[in-house]
């Protein structure tokens, strides 16, 4: 089906009166346009902005969302537009036409003969976003964080309140509560300098009002939350568990947990102390398991590079090996390139630099353009980096992206990666606050 061009219409703007041209979709079919889902999701669909003053205003305007792929078709119509049932019904009825007439002769059609109606645009909207596996928890979670954004600001311009706002919401001034603001901060225009201006206060003087927490004690508390998560975790969950906390799993880990065993000795609690025990050797049984697993990534990715170097044309090599060709292999070419350097063997470095740069691009091939966003995304020298990353490719920030990142982050923890999992959650993060 061809693109679906928007309808012209004729405008006065309500701020300064002036008369301009701008257009409107009503028909929204992401199977064929899918840059209108990100648009319509980020409230921008059918916003119309005076070129005389700048004001931007949303039209109201009857939406018939259509998405083949996950069998979705949905409708809404603004009450003020007070359309009469016959109107409606007439609406439907030749969008729906258009859309079967357009679809492949074998594609389903069911879901076009009862689409679902919607009295509110947000509901609309929530019922893509489930959709695409973003519940509505994190939904109503993003929305608090956006309401208290707005109250915070509020109190910070009027000069009253700020303090006890703070106060009375401050286990929701976490991680997630300033990676939304952050977003806010960084999609406000330059020509709404003072809403800037406003929301960089409002993170300054957080940072002043929840200030004074001392580093070493916040380690402290988080590594034995770790420790009571392991020690309560029911047997059958433990290695998963142990997975995907295998960053903090270190020689103060086991002597944290010892202290605690040792506390319970003194105190007589020899049920406990046994207990403990126990669960303190299964831990270390299973982080040696999962370091063995590592190690011998490692060593078939040796192999693979060994291969690849003795042979008459490594390239050659490396393209008939390339569905070896994984992460494992890019860590030990990594670690080659580094002690090749060290050793000064620049003509090895050049060779191994160009090899890996060819395996990336065997990488790259395989994936798709959403995993070559994240890849370039991970690749990005510093978090700051990759946040410019997604703020110059808006239009690759989607729900599905956002589901992709939390999906890969739960992977990485069953590896054992805590640092990429961490990177990929953060950019869930960033990316989940851009879409509002």
């Known amino acids: 089906m061809p693109a679906v061009a928007p309808q012209p219409v004729q405008l006065n703007c309500p701020a300064c009166g002036n008369p301009f041209r701008t257009a409107v979709y009503t028909l929204i079919d992401v199977t064929q346009q899918p840059e209108l889902k990100q648009a319509l999701l980020s409230g ?11 004001t931007a205003s949303m039209l109201g305007a009857p939406i018939f969302y259509h998405d083949a792929t996950k069998q979705l078709c949905l409708v809404y119509f603004p009450q003020e537009m007070k359309s009469s049932p016959a109107e409606q019904e007439r609406f439907v009825s030749d969008a729906t036409s258009f859309v079967m007439q357009s679809l492949p002769q074998n594609a389903p059609r069911v879901h076009l003969l009862n689409p679902r109606h919607f009295l509110t645009l947000p509901s609309l909207l929530d019922t893509i976003l489930e959709a695409d ?14 309401d208290l954004i707005s ?11 700020f303090s006890e706002l703070v106060d009375a919401h401050r286990t929701e001034l976490n991680e997630e509560f ?7 901060i960084g999609a406000t225009p330059p020509s709404q300098a003072d809403s800037r201006m406003l929301l960089e206060a409002v993170r300054d003087h957080l940072a002043e ?8 004690a916040a380690e402290d508390a988080e590594l034995a939350e770790v420790i009571a998560r392991l020690a309560s975790a029911p047997e059958e969950d433990l290695e998963e568990n142990v997975a995907q906390l295998r960053g903090y799993i270190d020689y103060d880990f086991f002597e944290v947990w010892t202290q605690q065993i040792e506390a319970l000795e003194l105190a007589g609690d020899t049920v406990e102390v046994e207990r403990l025990t126990v669960r303190r050797t299964r831990v ?16 078939a990715g040796s192999k693979v590079l060994e291969l690849v170097l003795s042979a008459e044309d490594p390239f050659a090599a490396l393209h008939t090996n390339a569905d070896q060709v994984n992460e494992a292999f890019l860590m030990v070419l990594s670690a080659n390139v580094g002690a090749a350097q060290r050793a000064g063997h620049e003509q090895a470095v050049a060779l191994l630099d160009r090899l890996a740069e060819e395996a990336v691009t065997i990488i790259q091939d395989r994936l798709s353009p959403q995993e070559r966003f994240i890849n370039e995304l991970m690749l990005a020298e510093t978090p700051q980096a990759a946040t410019k990353l997604l703020r110059k490719n808006v239009a690759m920030i989607t729900s599905d992206l956002v589901t992709q990142l939390n999906a890969l982050a739960d992977q990485e923890e069953k590896r054992n990666n805590k640092a990429s999992s961490d990177r990929l959650r953060q950019l869930a993060r960033e990316s989940g606050a851009m879409l509002f």
């Open 284 to 299: 270390l049984e299973i982080v040696e398991d999962l370091d063995r697993q590592a190690q011998e990534m490692f060593e």
């Open 133 to 146: 596996g973003i519940s509505r928890e994190m939904l109503e979670a993003q929305r608090r964080r956006v």
């Open 151 to 161: 109250e915070l600001a509020g109190a910070l311009a009027t000069g009253s309140g």
């Open 178 to 184: 300033f990676t939304t603001l952050n977003a806010f």
């Open 209 to 216: 009002e929840l200030g004074g927490l001392d580093g070493s």
């Open 44 to 54: 921008q669909l059918n916003m119309a902005v005076c070129p005389n003053c700048q």
